[in-house]
Protein backbone atom coordinates (compact mmCIF):
# COMPACT_ATOMS: atom_id res chain seq x y z
CA UNK A 1 0.00 0.00 0.00
CA UNK A 2 3.03 2.05 1.07
CA UNK A 3 4.61 1.73 -2.79
CA UNK A 4 1.32 2.37 -4.11
CA UNK A 5 0.93 5.86 -2.35
CA UNK A 6 4.43 6.49 -3.49
CA UNK A 7 3.76 5.70 -7.04
CA UNK A 8 1.09 8.20 -7.21
CA UNK A 9 2.92 10.99 -5.48
CA UNK A 10 5.87 9.87 -8.52
CA UNK A 11 3.74 10.11 -11.25
CA UNK A 12 0.11 11.28 -10.04
CA UNK A 13 -2.86 9.57 -11.61
CA UNK A 14 -3.59 11.75 -13.86
CA UNK A 15 -1.99 10.85 -17.54
CA UNK A 16 -4.76 12.58 -19.31
CA UNK A 17 -4.12 16.35 -17.65
CA UNK A 18 0.03 15.35 -18.47
CA UNK A 19 -0.73 14.80 -21.86
CA UNK A 20 -3.27 17.94 -22.13
CA UNK A 21 -0.19 20.35 -20.75
CA UNK A 22 2.43 18.59 -22.80
CA UNK A 23 0.45 19.34 -26.11
CA UNK A 24 -0.05 22.80 -25.37
CA UNK A 25 3.81 23.26 -24.43
CA UNK A 26 5.30 21.40 -26.97
CA UNK A 27 4.06 21.60 -30.44
CA UNK A 28 5.87 17.89 -31.53
CA UNK A 29 3.16 16.24 -28.94
CA UNK A 30 0.94 14.68 -31.94
CA UNK A 31 -3.49 15.50 -31.83
CA UNK A 32 -5.04 11.80 -30.33
CA UNK A 33 -6.62 10.33 -33.11
CA UNK A 34 -10.18 10.00 -33.56
CA UNK A 35 -11.18 7.60 -31.55
CA UNK A 36 -14.46 6.62 -33.49
CA UNK A 37 -11.85 5.52 -36.59
CA UNK A 38 -10.11 3.64 -34.48
CA UNK A 39 -13.01 2.16 -32.39
CA UNK A 40 -16.06 2.04 -34.99
CA UNK A 41 -17.69 -1.27 -34.11
CA UNK A 42 -15.43 -2.33 -32.21
CA UNK A 43 -16.98 -2.82 -29.62
CA UNK A 44 -19.52 -5.37 -31.85
CA UNK A 45 -16.90 -7.21 -33.37
CA UNK A 46 -14.75 -8.07 -29.97
CA UNK A 47 -16.39 -9.30 -26.81
CA UNK A 48 -14.49 -9.25 -23.96
CA UNK A 49 -14.49 -13.10 -23.18
CA UNK A 50 -11.12 -13.81 -23.04
CA UNK A 51 -10.46 -12.89 -19.49
CA UNK A 52 -14.00 -13.58 -18.01
CA UNK A 53 -13.69 -17.07 -18.85
CA UNK A 54 -16.47 -17.01 -20.78
CA UNK A 55 -17.00 -18.29 -24.20
CA UNK A 56 -15.64 -21.76 -25.51
CA UNK A 57 -14.08 -24.57 -22.93
CA UNK A 58 -15.30 -24.85 -18.86
CA UNK A 59 -15.74 -21.42 -17.11
CA UNK A 60 -12.22 -20.74 -15.75
CA UNK A 61 -11.68 -19.36 -12.18
CA UNK A 62 -8.23 -18.54 -10.18
CA UNK A 63 -5.27 -19.24 -10.82
CA UNK A 64 -2.06 -20.55 -9.32
CA UNK A 65 1.29 -19.72 -9.94
CA UNK A 66 3.70 -22.47 -11.11
CA UNK A 67 6.82 -22.21 -8.83
CA UNK A 68 4.63 -21.70 -6.26
CA UNK A 69 2.50 -24.70 -6.49
CA UNK A 70 5.85 -26.78 -6.97
CA UNK A 71 6.82 -25.66 -3.84
CA UNK A 72 10.12 -24.16 -5.54
CA UNK A 73 9.81 -21.13 -2.03
CA UNK A 74 13.38 -20.88 -2.49
CA UNK A 75 13.14 -19.60 -6.06
CA UNK A 76 11.76 -16.35 -4.63
CA UNK A 77 12.25 -16.33 -0.24
CA UNK A 78 15.88 -16.11 0.98
CA UNK A 79 17.18 -18.13 3.79
CA UNK A 80 17.38 -14.30 5.99
CA UNK A 81 14.48 -11.94 6.87
CA UNK A 82 16.74 -9.13 6.77
CA UNK A 83 17.46 -9.74 2.98
CA UNK A 84 15.63 -7.58 0.72
CA UNK A 85 12.53 -8.32 3.35
CA UNK A 86 12.82 -12.06 3.15
CA UNK A 87 13.18 -12.21 -0.68
CA UNK A 88 16.92 -13.00 -3.11
CA UNK A 89 16.10 -10.40 -4.78
CA UNK A 90 14.26 -6.80 -4.63
CA UNK A 91 10.87 -6.39 -4.73
CA UNK A 92 10.86 -4.18 -7.85
CA UNK A 93 13.33 -6.82 -9.59
CA UNK A 94 12.18 -10.49 -8.50
CA UNK A 95 9.61 -10.97 -10.83
CA UNK A 96 11.51 -9.65 -13.72
CA UNK A 97 14.18 -12.41 -12.92
CA UNK A 98 11.88 -14.96 -14.67
CA UNK A 99 9.57 -12.82 -16.74
CA UNK A 100 12.28 -10.88 -18.71
CA UNK A 101 9.96 -10.46 -21.73
CA UNK A 102 7.15 -9.20 -20.20
CA UNK A 103 8.41 -5.42 -21.02
CA UNK A 104 8.35 -5.03 -25.02
CA UNK A 105 7.68 -2.25 -26.71
CA UNK A 106 8.65 1.40 -26.70
CA UNK A 107 5.81 2.69 -24.04
CA UNK A 108 5.86 0.96 -20.85
CA UNK A 109 3.34 1.21 -18.40
CA UNK A 110 4.01 3.29 -14.98
CA UNK A 111 3.71 1.04 -12.30
CA UNK A 112 5.68 -1.87 -15.05
CA UNK A 113 8.43 0.67 -15.40
CA UNK A 114 8.81 0.65 -11.68
CA UNK A 115 9.06 -2.98 -11.48
CA UNK A 116 5.59 -2.92 -9.37
CA UNK A 117 4.23 -5.49 -10.51
CA UNK A 118 2.59 -6.74 -7.19
CA UNK A 119 0.34 -3.70 -7.20
CA UNK A 120 -1.50 -5.62 -10.14
CA UNK A 121 -0.42 -9.38 -9.19
CA UNK A 122 -0.57 -11.69 -6.15
CA UNK A 123 2.41 -13.62 -5.95
CA UNK A 124 1.22 -17.23 -5.05
CA UNK A 125 -2.65 -17.63 -6.05
CA UNK A 126 -6.04 -15.79 -6.85
CA UNK A 127 -9.68 -16.53 -6.94
CA UNK A 128 -8.80 -14.03 -10.37
CA UNK A 129 -7.20 -14.99 -14.02
CA UNK A 130 -3.56 -14.44 -13.91
CA UNK A 131 -2.86 -14.26 -10.39
CA UNK A 132 -4.78 -10.48 -10.40
CA UNK A 133 -5.37 -8.58 -7.43
CA UNK A 134 -8.96 -7.87 -8.73
CA UNK A 135 -11.18 -8.95 -10.95
CA UNK A 136 -9.94 -7.83 -14.58
CA UNK A 137 -12.96 -5.45 -15.60
CA UNK A 138 -12.38 -3.58 -11.92
CA UNK A 139 -8.48 -3.36 -11.58
CA UNK A 140 -7.57 -0.26 -13.97
CA UNK A 141 -10.11 1.86 -12.11
CA UNK A 142 -8.48 0.83 -8.89
CA UNK A 143 -6.03 4.01 -9.94
CA UNK A 144 -7.20 5.30 -13.17
CA UNK A 145 -10.09 7.66 -11.85
CA UNK A 146 -8.60 10.57 -14.04
CA UNK A 147 -10.73 12.70 -16.63
CA UNK A 148 -10.20 10.65 -19.62
CA UNK A 149 -9.19 13.00 -22.78
CA UNK A 150 -11.20 10.65 -25.20
CA UNK A 151 -13.87 10.34 -22.56
CA UNK A 152 -16.80 9.95 -24.59
CA UNK A 153 -14.86 7.22 -26.82
CA UNK A 154 -14.20 5.48 -22.90
CA UNK A 155 -17.89 6.03 -21.64
CA UNK A 156 -18.71 4.36 -24.92
CA UNK A 157 -16.96 0.94 -24.48
CA UNK A 158 -17.99 0.79 -20.88
CA UNK A 159 -21.74 0.93 -21.62
CA UNK A 160 -20.73 -2.02 -24.02
CA UNK A 161 -19.00 -3.32 -20.57
CA UNK A 162 -15.66 -3.96 -22.49
CA UNK A 163 -12.57 -4.39 -20.53
CA UNK A 164 -9.88 -2.11 -20.84
CA UNK A 165 -7.46 -5.21 -21.70
CA UNK A 166 -9.62 -5.57 -25.09
CA UNK A 167 -7.79 -2.93 -26.10
CA UNK A 168 -4.56 -1.71 -24.12
CA UNK A 169 -1.71 -4.05 -22.84
CA UNK A 170 -1.05 -4.32 -19.39
CA UNK A 171 2.49 -4.04 -19.48
CA UNK A 172 3.67 -2.27 -22.62
CA UNK A 173 3.36 -2.25 -25.97
CA UNK A 174 4.78 -0.25 -29.60
CA UNK A 175 2.08 1.51 -30.06
CA UNK A 176 0.94 4.77 -27.86
CA UNK A 177 -1.19 4.18 -24.89
CA UNK A 178 0.19 0.46 -25.12
CA UNK A 179 -2.99 -0.09 -27.59
CA UNK A 180 -3.02 -3.93 -28.86
C1 LIG B 1 7.34 -16.28 -7.44
C2 LIG B 1 7.95 -15.93 -6.19
C3 LIG B 1 7.43 -16.61 -4.94
C4 LIG B 1 7.34 -17.96 -4.69
C5 LIG B 1 7.70 -19.11 -5.60
C6 LIG B 1 6.84 -18.08 -3.34
N1 LIG B 1 6.62 -16.84 -2.82
FE1 LIG B 1 5.95 -16.43 -0.95
N2 LIG B 1 5.95 -14.42 -1.37
C7 LIG B 1 6.43 -13.86 -2.52
C8 LIG B 1 6.34 -12.42 -2.42
C9 LIG B 1 6.78 -11.43 -3.48
C10 LIG B 1 5.79 -12.14 -1.17
C11 LIG B 1 5.51 -10.78 -0.58
C12 LIG B 1 4.09 -10.39 -0.91
C13 LIG B 1 3.79 -8.96 -0.50
O1 LIG B 1 4.57 -8.34 0.20
O2 LIG B 1 2.72 -8.49 -0.92
C14 LIG B 1 5.56 -13.42 -0.51
C15 LIG B 1 5.03 -13.57 0.76
C16 LIG B 1 5.02 -14.76 1.47
C17 LIG B 1 4.60 -14.89 2.83
C18 LIG B 1 4.15 -13.76 3.74
C19 LIG B 1 2.67 -13.76 3.93
C20 LIG B 1 1.92 -13.57 2.64
O3 LIG B 1 1.29 -14.55 2.16
O4 LIG B 1 1.95 -12.46 2.07
C21 LIG B 1 4.71 -16.22 3.16
C22 LIG B 1 4.41 -16.87 4.51
C23 LIG B 1 5.17 -16.92 1.96
N3 LIG B 1 5.33 -16.00 0.96
C24 LIG B 1 5.39 -18.27 1.88
C25 LIG B 1 5.74 -18.96 0.71
C26 LIG B 1 5.89 -20.40 0.63
C27 LIG B 1 5.72 -21.36 1.80
C28 LIG B 1 6.24 -20.68 -0.65
C29 LIG B 1 6.48 -22.05 -1.29
C30 LIG B 1 5.37 -23.00 -1.19
C31 LIG B 1 6.30 -19.42 -1.37
N4 LIG B 1 5.99 -18.41 -0.51
C32 LIG B 1 6.63 -19.28 -2.69
C33 LIG B 1 6.92 -14.53 -3.61
C34 LIG B 1 6.97 -15.90 -3.76
C1 LIG C 1 11.50 -18.55 -10.51
C2 LIG C 1 10.87 -18.03 -11.70
C3 LIG C 1 9.67 -17.10 -11.50
C4 LIG C 1 9.62 -15.94 -10.77
C5 LIG C 1 10.69 -15.32 -9.88
C6 LIG C 1 8.30 -15.37 -11.01
N1 LIG C 1 7.59 -16.17 -11.87
FE1 LIG C 1 5.73 -15.83 -12.60
N2 LIG C 1 5.74 -17.60 -13.58
C7 LIG C 1 6.82 -18.49 -13.58
C8 LIG C 1 6.44 -19.68 -14.35
C9 LIG C 1 7.34 -20.89 -14.61
C10 LIG C 1 5.13 -19.46 -14.80
C11 LIG C 1 4.29 -20.38 -15.68
C12 LIG C 1 4.59 -20.02 -17.10
C13 LIG C 1 3.85 -20.92 -18.07
O1 LIG C 1 3.12 -21.80 -17.63
O2 LIG C 1 4.02 -20.67 -19.27
C14 LIG C 1 4.73 -18.15 -14.31
C15 LIG C 1 3.50 -17.54 -14.57
C16 LIG C 1 3.13 -16.27 -14.14
C17 LIG C 1 1.88 -15.62 -14.46
C18 LIG C 1 0.76 -16.19 -15.30
C19 LIG C 1 -0.15 -16.99 -14.42
C20 LIG C 1 -1.34 -17.55 -15.16
O3 LIG C 1 -2.31 -17.91 -14.48
O4 LIG C 1 -1.31 -17.64 -16.40
C21 LIG C 1 1.89 -14.41 -13.83
C22 LIG C 1 0.79 -13.36 -13.84
C23 LIG C 1 3.15 -14.30 -13.13
N3 LIG C 1 3.87 -15.45 -13.34
C24 LIG C 1 3.50 -13.21 -12.37
C25 LIG C 1 4.66 -13.16 -11.59
C26 LIG C 1 4.94 -12.12 -10.64
C27 LIG C 1 4.03 -10.96 -10.32
C28 LIG C 1 6.16 -12.39 -10.08
C29 LIG C 1 6.87 -11.65 -8.98
C30 LIG C 1 6.20 -11.70 -7.66
C31 LIG C 1 6.64 -13.60 -10.71
N4 LIG C 1 5.71 -14.04 -11.62
C32 LIG C 1 7.87 -14.19 -10.45
C33 LIG C 1 8.03 -18.31 -13.00
C34 LIG C 1 8.39 -17.25 -12.18
C1 LIG D 1 -1.54 -2.52 -14.18
C2 LIG D 1 -1.65 -3.87 -13.73
C3 LIG D 1 -0.51 -4.78 -14.03
C4 LIG D 1 0.81 -4.64 -13.67
C5 LIG D 1 1.45 -3.49 -12.92
C6 LIG D 1 1.48 -5.84 -14.11
N1 LIG D 1 0.59 -6.67 -14.73
FE1 LIG D 1 0.97 -8.52 -15.49
N2 LIG D 1 -0.97 -8.69 -16.13
C7 LIG D 1 -1.95 -7.75 -15.92
C8 LIG D 1 -3.19 -8.20 -16.54
C9 LIG D 1 -4.51 -7.43 -16.55
C10 LIG D 1 -2.92 -9.45 -17.12
C11 LIG D 1 -3.92 -10.35 -17.89
C12 LIG D 1 -3.52 -10.62 -19.31
C13 LIG D 1 -3.68 -9.45 -20.24
O1 LIG D 1 -4.58 -8.63 -20.09
O2 LIG D 1 -2.84 -9.37 -21.19
C14 LIG D 1 -1.51 -9.73 -16.84
C15 LIG D 1 -0.83 -10.89 -17.24
C16 LIG D 1 0.48 -11.20 -16.89
C17 LIG D 1 1.17 -12.45 -17.25
C18 LIG D 1 0.58 -13.62 -18.01
C19 LIG D 1 0.28 -13.31 -19.43
C20 LIG D 1 1.47 -12.88 -20.23
O3 LIG D 1 1.38 -11.80 -20.88
O4 LIG D 1 2.52 -13.56 -20.21
C21 LIG D 1 2.44 -12.37 -16.74
C22 LIG D 1 3.54 -13.39 -16.84
C23 LIG D 1 2.55 -11.07 -16.06
N3 LIG D 1 1.34 -10.41 -16.18
C24 LIG D 1 3.69 -10.63 -15.42
C25 LIG D 1 3.86 -9.35 -14.91
C26 LIG D 1 5.12 -8.84 -14.41
C27 LIG D 1 6.42 -9.62 -14.35
C28 LIG D 1 4.88 -7.55 -14.00
C29 LIG D 1 5.87 -6.55 -13.46
C30 LIG D 1 7.01 -6.23 -14.33
C31 LIG D 1 3.47 -7.27 -14.24
N4 LIG D 1 2.89 -8.37 -14.81
C32 LIG D 1 2.83 -6.08 -13.93
C33 LIG D 1 -1.82 -6.57 -15.22
C34 LIG D 1 -0.64 -6.06 -14.71
C1 LIG E 1 -1.13 0.62 -9.61
C2 LIG E 1 -1.79 1.72 -10.28
C3 LIG E 1 -2.21 1.48 -11.73
C4 LIG E 1 -3.04 0.50 -12.22
C5 LIG E 1 -3.72 -0.63 -11.46
C6 LIG E 1 -3.20 0.77 -13.62
N1 LIG E 1 -2.47 1.87 -13.98
FE1 LIG E 1 -2.32 2.69 -15.87
N2 LIG E 1 -0.99 4.07 -15.16
C7 LIG E 1 -0.54 4.15 -13.85
C8 LIG E 1 0.50 5.17 -13.76
C9 LIG E 1 1.26 5.57 -12.49
C10 LIG E 1 0.64 5.68 -15.08
C11 LIG E 1 1.61 6.75 -15.54
C12 LIG E 1 0.92 8.07 -15.53
C13 LIG E 1 1.73 9.09 -16.24
O1 LIG E 1 2.67 8.74 -16.97
O2 LIG E 1 1.37 10.26 -16.10
C14 LIG E 1 -0.31 4.97 -15.93
C15 LIG E 1 -0.49 5.22 -17.29
C16 LIG E 1 -1.39 4.56 -18.11
C17 LIG E 1 -1.62 4.82 -19.51
C18 LIG E 1 -0.87 5.84 -20.35
C19 LIG E 1 -1.48 7.20 -20.24
C20 LIG E 1 -0.65 8.23 -20.96
O3 LIG E 1 -1.15 9.38 -21.01
O4 LIG E 1 0.42 7.93 -21.48
C21 LIG E 1 -2.58 3.96 -19.95
C22 LIG E 1 -3.16 3.86 -21.35
C23 LIG E 1 -2.95 3.14 -18.83
N3 LIG E 1 -2.22 3.52 -17.72
C24 LIG E 1 -3.88 2.12 -18.88
C25 LIG E 1 -4.12 1.22 -17.84
C26 LIG E 1 -4.90 0.00 -17.99
C27 LIG E 1 -5.55 -0.47 -19.26
C28 LIG E 1 -4.91 -0.60 -16.75
C29 LIG E 1 -5.50 -1.94 -16.38
C30 LIG E 1 -4.90 -3.09 -17.09
C31 LIG E 1 -4.15 0.25 -15.83
N4 LIG E 1 -3.69 1.33 -16.54
C32 LIG E 1 -3.97 -0.01 -14.47
C33 LIG E 1 -0.99 3.43 -12.79
C34 LIG E 1 -1.85 2.34 -12.85
C1 LIG F 1 -12.38 0.06 -27.45
C2 LIG F 1 -11.02 0.09 -27.04
C3 LIG F 1 -10.70 0.70 -25.67
C4 LIG F 1 -11.13 0.28 -24.43
C5 LIG F 1 -12.06 -0.87 -24.11
C6 LIG F 1 -10.47 1.16 -23.48
N1 LIG F 1 -9.68 2.05 -24.12
FE1 LIG F 1 -8.44 3.45 -23.27
N2 LIG F 1 -7.97 4.17 -25.08
C7 LIG F 1 -8.37 3.64 -26.29
C8 LIG F 1 -7.87 4.48 -27.37
C9 LIG F 1 -8.10 4.23 -28.86
C10 LIG F 1 -7.13 5.51 -26.76
C11 LIG F 1 -6.39 6.66 -27.45
C12 LIG F 1 -7.39 7.80 -27.51
C13 LIG F 1 -6.78 9.05 -28.05
O1 LIG F 1 -5.65 9.00 -28.53
O2 LIG F 1 -7.47 10.08 -27.95
C14 LIG F 1 -7.20 5.30 -25.31
C15 LIG F 1 -6.58 6.11 -24.37
C16 LIG F 1 -6.53 5.83 -23.01
C17 LIG F 1 -5.74 6.56 -22.00
C18 LIG F 1 -4.82 7.75 -22.27
C19 LIG F 1 -5.56 8.99 -22.80
C20 LIG F 1 -6.79 9.38 -22.05
O3 LIG F 1 -7.86 9.46 -22.67
O4 LIG F 1 -6.73 9.59 -20.82
C21 LIG F 1 -5.96 5.97 -20.80
C22 LIG F 1 -5.34 6.35 -19.46
C23 LIG F 1 -6.89 4.88 -21.03
N3 LIG F 1 -7.20 4.81 -22.38
C24 LIG F 1 -7.38 4.06 -20.03
C25 LIG F 1 -8.38 3.12 -20.22
C26 LIG F 1 -9.04 2.42 -19.15
C27 LIG F 1 -8.72 2.57 -17.67
C28 LIG F 1 -9.98 1.61 -19.73
C29 LIG F 1 -11.02 0.74 -19.05
C30 LIG F 1 -11.96 1.47 -18.21
C31 LIG F 1 -9.88 1.77 -21.17
N4 LIG F 1 -8.92 2.71 -21.43
C32 LIG F 1 -10.64 1.08 -22.11
C33 LIG F 1 -9.14 2.51 -26.47
C34 LIG F 1 -9.79 1.82 -25.47
Known amino acids: MILLMGLGLLYGCDPGTRHRV ?36 PAVTGSNHKPY ?26 CLVCHDTIISGTFVHGPVAVGDCLACH ?14 PEKICQSCHREERLA ?4 QKVSDRSMACGDCHDPHSGQARYFLR
Not at 40 to 56: F, H, R, V
Not at 122 to 135: D, E, G, Y
Not at 151 to 154: F, I, L, P, Q, S
Open 22 to 57: LSTVFDGVPAPPNPDDICADYGDTKKSTALQGEGEG
Open 69 to 94: TEKRCSDCHAQSKTENGGLIHPRQEL
Open 122 to 135: LPHSSSNLFLLRQQ
Open 151 to 154: ATMH
